[in-house]
């Protein structure tokens, strides 16, 4: 999906700092190339944010565009908008390796990146501006200590079996979030066995289909630790199928509404709360900090704290 349309964005003060930015700044037109808005409803939300942060700021013209999944297709898009000359490029990457010579051609342009969501891979690195988004690496060891402190309480910390659903091949935050967990799982719970990791592409139905085969292949599965809520979810729906959820627990790497829900009804045990809104607004934030000359660190991460049946009342319910 392609949106070539220039949208006037815009920022509250509490984006842009003060409301003098209006009259002490010119006009910057910023790109955004996105990873697939369709996938999942996080991706949804984002753009939704995104722009209407933007509209709040008249001192920024943008170019959306979206890759659908399709790592050609973004790099096509990376060209198109180093062609039209803006003034900054966001990009949330299809794949973090396939995008780093696009990624390198808008550097040697004088076209600062700024990199949201999911990271590039290292060899890239020297080509961005700044990143902007969470710590998945972090994510992924929080949930292996939400999973780990379930095991304690349930006393099964010894001998506890786990699954994991990772994310789509290639892509950074799924390559992060798995290193987090299985780094930090044999520190925390060493008697653990994480038997068996399979993809689940960011997509519920197939990550069901995986669970399904995870059930039929194990008899005892104490633990599913899942990339993300929508993954999750569908690991959750294929077990309570088949009659097994019951004795599971399951963790994500970002609470969905969908696990949210799960976990007030005590299906679903934890995960890692992350705000799409506060994703996009951040990036665009990046962005117009980069273009004023501000100073950032390359990581700009936000936080995204540990969410369990214990303190979810302490959060709201996810929009997405």
Known sequence: MKSTTKIA????????????????????????????????????TYEKAFIAAAEANPNVDVV????????????????DLIQQ?????????????????????????DIPVIVTNSNIAEAGFDFVASFSG???????????????DRFKELGIEDEARVVQISGQPGY??????????????????????????????????????????FLVKYDDIDGVYAGDDNMGVGALNAALAAGRAEGITFVG???????????????????????????????????????????LPFLNYFDTPKITQDNMDEFTKPVF
């Open 64 to 79: 959306v565009l979206d890759a659908g999944g399709d790592v050609a297709r973004q790099i096509a898009q990376m060209e």
């Open 172 to 213: 950074t935050t799924a390559i992060e979030r798995a290193q987090g967990f299985e780094e930090r799982l044999p520190e925390v719970c060493p008697n653990v066995d994480l038997v068996e990791t399979q993809p689940g592409d960011w997509n519920r139905e197939k990550s069901q289909q995986v669970m399904e085969a």
């Open 253 to 295: 790497a970002t609470n969905f509404a969908v696990g949210y829900e799960a976990m007030g009804r005590g299906e679903y045990w934890g995960s890692i709360y992350q705000s799409p809104v506060d994703d996009a607004e951040a990036a665009l934030k990046t962005a117009i900090d980069t273009l004023n000359g501000e100073e």
């Open 9 to 44: 964005l815009a920022c509250t003060t509490a984006l842009i700092g003060t409301s003098a930015f209006a009259d002490n700044h010119a006009t910057y037109t910023i790109g955004i190339t996105q990873n697939n808005v369709g996938v999942d409803s996080y991706q949804t």
């Open 134 to 148: 969470p710590d998945n690496i972090t994510q992924g060891s929080r949930s292996a200590e939400i999973m780990c």
């Open 85 to 109: 000359e803006v003034d900054a490029i966001i990009i949330w990457p299809t794949n973090g390796e396939a995008v780093i010579p696009a990624v390198r051609k808008a550097s040697q342009a």
